[in-house]
């Protein structure tokens, strides 16, 4: 579940007043390469209806070589399908934030190419879905992504916790194009109401940045307790409501960018220990067949940083800023 967290969960750093080098590389992929308005840091002029687009869309041909997947591919070209968003003020508490289209289709997160890695490690495992598949995107952080499949006429459905959210995508559940964005907030599946909401016959479960061993199960003290994603359910829990959402021969995929570890007398970066949170067993337990389990994807995820422009001057030095792993899984 987002605790304000993805590539942008990392985020929390900076809020914290931390140094680290990495977040503050993703705060510029936000705030200066996207052009965007930041949660709480607005940019100087919001960034004009369709220029945003415009910009993703030109990032397609940078991201291409790195993707393998026919149908991540198609994925990626509904990007310049994304509508124009008309600049508005929304109020969060006691806080007026601009919502400019860079903050509504990248929120605090960068571009949504940044979905295409996790994509399309699902599709070498045999996602390949037809129209009106359903794919379920625990802690989506932003929408883009979601549209994106919609435009394709798949169903998307989102879950997440961060209070922005809502507020900021009020009235964008619904159908689009020939599919659905279906977005929901809360704690997933603590509350039942949601569960009933997202129902079940999914061809894919999507964690991207959520779903750490860091966040579920920390090595260390955590400087603060808002660096702790809270289930609310236990782990066999968990595992046994996404077996029982998932269709037959449906995937799980755990995709997560990290920053590099904290040394041991320094204060510990959950966020940075991005392994599975869960282990093999109790995937297997809950009906699972575990395909590939903690693979580091550095290099992988490198490329992708280099090719969305997160190295950008002053940003992020990725040999050294950027880590990944993922594991995936899939219903017996």
């Known amino acids: 579940m987002n605790q304000s967290e993805n590539v942008g969960r990392l985020w929390i750093g900076l809020t914290d007043g931390s140094p680290n080098r990495f977040l503050t590389g993703v705060f510029l992929l936000v705030g200066i390469i996207c052009g965007s308005s930041v949660y709480g840091q607005e940019a100087a002029e919001p960034a004009a209806p369709g220029s945003v687009v415009a910009e993703l869309q030109q990032e397609i041909d940078k991201v291409r070589p790195a993707v393998q997947g026919p149908w991540t591919k198609l994925w990626m070209d509904e990007v310049g399908r994304l509508g124009k968003v008309e600049p508005r003020k929304i109020n969060i508490g006691d806080r007026e934030i601009l919502v400019d289209e860079s903050l509504f289709y990248s929120g605090r997160y960068g571009s949504p190419l940044a979905y295409s890695r996790a994509f399309d490690l699902a599709e070498k495992h045999g996602f390949a879905p037809s129209k009106g598949a359903k794919i379920f995107d625990f802690g989506y952080g932003s929408i883009g992504h979601l549209r994106m499949l919609a435009q394709m006429g798949l169903n998307a459905t989102g879950v997440d916790v961060e209070p922005l959210l809502p507020v ?7 159908p689009l194009g020939e599919g659905s964005v279906q977005l929901l907030h809360g704690r997933y599946p603590a509350d039942e109401k949601l569960i009933e909401a997202a129902g079940d016959g999914y061809d894919l479960f999507l964690s991207k940045n959520t779903l750490k061993r860091g966040y579920i199960h920390p090595s260390r003290e955590p400087v603060s307790p808002r660096h702790i994603i809270q289930l609310g359910v236990k782990d066999e829990a968990f595992l046994e409501r996404v077996t029982s959402m998932l269709k037959p021969g449906g995937l799980f995929v755990i995709y997560n960018f990290c920053p590099p570890k904290a040394a041991m007398d320094k204060p510990y970066i959950p966020w940075a220990e991005g392994e599975c949170p869960f282990p093999v067993e109790a995937f297997e337990r809950a009906g699972f067949e575990v395909v590939e389990y903690d693979v580091v994807d550095d290099k992988e995820a490198r490329d992708l940083g280099h090719r969305l422009g997160w190295d950008a001057p002053g940003g992020m030095k ?12 899939r219903k017996k």
């Open 318 to 329: 990725l040999e050294t800023d950027l880590f990944a792993w993922y594991t995936i899984a």
């Open 168 to 174: 900021m995508y009020d009235g964008c559940s619904g």
